[in-house]
């Protein structure tokens, strides 16, 4: 992969809101092309909203606990029960 070349998703988005997670992914696709023309600071904003998602995967994984057990969420991501708890449990 050259440095200007950009890692495709490897993810089928279907469901409810299939459109929206697309229309993201194109919105990170540009965001990537703006920082690569762009200089240092730009690359830190990018960085800090990489920063928010995993906030926000983190904060939507422990409400969707509220409705869903370790085990279901666990099989619907292909990891361990333990991995999910660690991951979205009470910290």
């Known amino acids: 992969m050259t440095d200007r070349q950009l890692p495709t998703i490897d993810h089928d988005f279907d469901g409810d809101h299939e459109e929206y997670f697309k229309m993201l992914a194109r919105m990170m696709r540009g965001a990537h092309r703006r920082v690569v023309d762009s200089d240092p600071t730009d690359l830190a904003h990018l960085i800090a909203l990489r920063d928010y998602l995993d906030d926000i995967v983190t904060s939507a994984g422990s409400g969707i606990h509220e409705r869903f057990s370790w085990g279901e969420m666990a099989a ?14 009470a910290k």
């Open 76 to 89: 619907e991501l292909g990891v361990s029960r333990q991995a999910v708890a660690k991951a979205y449990g």
